[in-house]
């Protein structure tokens, strides 16, 4: 049979919460051996290639149980969860006072009616105290890869992530934070099937992190769910803007946030509106109306709603909490540098928060 896989988790734990953020689709073979499939791995153990994962593209609805063990093995909590039409959940779990939950097992119940399918034990990331994250782009950030035409496209496919050239400069930057006690997120465009390949060559460049967050360009083609459109194939802004909320909604206001980008695409307009929220006090209903026109964001009726209403949770959060620190790293090309740093924003929050922004070049 058919048996369904997780092709992404992501488990917060947070003040009172666990945050899971998953993905299911089925096993590319129907009968494929475990022996055999080790067999398999251990004669050539080689990265990923993106190409391996297109079959990440089908869509399929799955049931989750969620059992909540303590440290113990006791069941703490059980709860069952709906995915989307494309195999993706989104929930959060409440933490017990007595007996809190230390790691959770997932069973999928609804692809075979009346069993229940093992799918895997978890312990969930614990953001530590202080909070210190970091978020990073993969694309042009930590990568130097390229995507803007056909025959670079098909070669991205078709061979690992490490056919690029790593940017060295960002990777030891990176890694410098992550040694501070700085906790790692990685935030990129690129489509959700690369994860393999992308934390194929995270572990190579000996970066740990399991919280991948890639763009399901499947949303972007649905007519009846998701958040994206065909415009956000090229714009960035929503999408990254909206990931980072969603990620700092999981782990709480961070006493510290560095934020690593790109000069070449809107990474700085991004990163500078969510610190418009964090540390300039800025009204969400202002910063929507000085964006929403933006080249970077272009957002569409609904985006217009998400944008708000997670502002204003965000805004909300912030307030509860003393001043978040934020730096901004830009990486850019040696001829780019001097016109960065002397660059102006067509938005007011930009001029007045750019401070924050240190261009880097790599």
């Keep these: 049979m058919r048996r369904p896989k997780l092709v992404h988790f992501s488990g917060i734990e947070s003040d009172q919460y666990i945050h899971i953020r998953a993905s299911m689709s089925f096993s590319s073979q129907a009968k494929f051996h475990l022996l055999d499939e080790i067999n398999q791995n251990l004669k050539e153990i080689v990265p990923t290639k993106p190409i391996q994962s297109l079959g990440l593209l089908s869509s399929n609805e799955f049931r989750l149980k969620v059992i909540g063990l303590t440290q113990e093995d006791q069941e703490s909590t059980i709860r069952s969860f709906d995915s989307d039409s494309f195999g993706n959940f989104n929930f959060k779990i409440p933490q017990p006072e007595q007996e809190k939950v230390s790691k959770i097992k997932l069973y999928e119940t609804r692809s075979h009616p009346g069993l229940e399918l093992l799918i895997g034990s978890f312990i969930p990331t614990k953001i530590n105290s202080p909070k210190k994250i970091i978020i990073t782009d993969f694309d042009k950030t930590l990568v130097d890869t390229r995507y803007s ?120 307009i991004i990163y500078l509106t969510l610190a418009a929220i964090l540390i300039g006090r800025y009204d969400p209903w202002t910063i929507w ?68 922004v240190h261009y880097y070049v790599g």
């Design 149 to 268: 035409t056909l025959k670079e496209l098909y070669l991205s496919l078709r061979n690992p992530v490490n056919y690029f050239p790593p940017v060295d400069s960002s990777i030891d930057l990176m890694k410098s934070y992550n040694k501070e006690g700085f906790q790692p997120f990685i935030v990129s465009a690129s489509p959700h099937f690369y994860e393999n390949a992308i934390r194929d060559w995270l572990y190579q460049h000996e970066i740990f992190t399991g919280n991948i967050f890639l763009k399901d360009y499947r949303n972007i083609f649905s007519f009846f769910e998701g958040d994206l459109s065909t415009k956000d194939l090229k714009s960035q802004g929503f999408y990254k803007l909206n990931t980072i909320v969603n990620i700092l909604l999981m782990t709480g206001i961070p006493d510290e946030l560095i934020l690593m980008g790109d000069g070449f695409e809107s990474d700085t």
């Design 289 to 356: 109306n000085l964006t929403k026109k933006e080249e970077s964001f272009r957002l569409n009726n609904q985006q217009h709603f998400r944008f708000l209403s997670q502002f204003y949770q965000l805004k909300n959060m912030s307030d509860a909490h003393s001043k978040c620190k934020i730096k901004i790293y830009i990486r850019c090309k040696p001829h780019m540098l001097e016109h960065l740093q002397n660059r102006s924003f067509n938005l007011e929050f930009g001029n007045n928060l750019k401070h924050l």
